[in-house]
């Protein structure tokens, strides 16, 4: 008579057991990589708030240099963890060095654009006077360690399909502190100021990237995988990554406006806009721990012709991610006295995000939804429906975004318009999950 309940009952403390053991750690990673611009924010933020809006519109645009290029890492777990699954190391293996390889490719070039174009990136976000100069000088340094941030995205995406996340934990671990002491010393210490942090930066990621190849290369020669530039191998890869780059790219494409619509209102408002996009970015990136374990398992599950188990999977992980989200929104409503003075001590900045602030709570149960489908969707390879998806999301928030500045409603009014892009994020997600479009099996999609 209990047959029936207690065998769901088990399954899901093994796919709890299973998104735990590779969720903890990789959470630890994520969050270790927003902490980087945390860490610049808490040091540059005391040196004045021109510097703090420099950085801002800095950030913003190099994390956006970088970010287009994430497939580096979710289409190389994807298809490492189908080939995990149907049980072929070595091509798995192969495909990771054929993804760093090309990360390399794509880092040189972003520096060929970036080191020259500088100054206009930066007046084209709207920097004012006072706050372009500090953005200039920090995407110029920080963009030379684009290369190594793009390597440890790819040996990130090998690790995470080989079921590894303890030791990009460790790497981002090591590289979070390494960070952290090299801009106090070169900011206060050395005296350089937001240059120092940009080379902090630098430094500690060029690190992290040493320290992912020697892994990787480790382990392809353990198992017989060529090191050697394949070039058919880094077309391939360079293939499978052009819809998740759409998709990237109208993501970003949102973060970027709304950046650009805060400078617009003022360096307060893009301010408190660049300390309330670091909080978010944190949290987002804690939830992308549970979609990173679900591009790993639902990967894997699809390579070994798992498509029941794949479903089961997922529906356990979007319970997770409604989980998560609640608990992070009530953290962030309840630390807000600690962590707001730690970024600045202006009191007018502090006043502006507040309210912006709350509205990030609120809708962060949607968001634990929003980043979990979209990491399943991933695993499975899914990338054409994510980047069409992702395009009719930007459509949306476009207008609206563009508008505050006419309809009034300050920084607040923008952060409920990024509350308005989840929500058509979870209305496009939800529809193809019900359809299991998203199920096809085998080692390659």
Known sequence: MNQPSTKPRSERRRHDREIVSLAVPAFGALVAEPLFVLVDSAVVGHLGTPQL??????????????????????ATTAAVARR??????PAALRQGMDGIWLALLLGVAVIAVTLPTAPWLVELFGASGTAAPYATTYLRISSLGIPAMLIVLAATGVLR??????TPLYVAVAGFAANAALNVGLVYGAGLGIAGSAWGTVIAQCGMAAA???????????????????????????????????????????????????ARLGDVDVAAHQIILSLWSLMAYALDAIAIAGQAIIGRYLGADDADGARRVCRRMVEWGVASGVVLGALLVLARPL????????????DTLLPALLVVALTQPVAGVVFVLDGVLMGAGDGPYLAGAMVVTLAVFAPVALLIPVWGGGLTALWWAMGLMMGVRLVTLALRMRSGRWIVTGAVR
């Not at 995990?84 to 190391?89: I, N, S, T, Y």
């Not at 399909?161 to 303890?166: E, M, S």
């Open 53 to 74: 809006a420099g950085l801002g519109i800095a950030a913003a645009l190099l994390t956006t240099a970088v970010s287009v290029f994430v497939f580096l890492a979710y």
């Open 84 to 89: 995990l699954g149907a049980g072929d190391l």
């Open 161 to 166: 399909g080989l079921q590894d996340t303890r």
């Open 212 to 262: 992912y190849l020697i892994v990787v290369v480790r382990g392809a020669r353990r198992h017989g995988a060529s090191l050697r530039p394949d070039a058919p191998g880094i077309r391939a890869s360079a293939k499978a990554g052009v819809p998740l780059l759409v998709r990237t790219l109208s993501l970003r494409a949102v973060l970027l406006l709304a950046t650009a619509i805060a």
């Open 339 to 350: 962590f707001i003075p730690l970024f600045t001590g202006d009191p007018t900045v502090q």
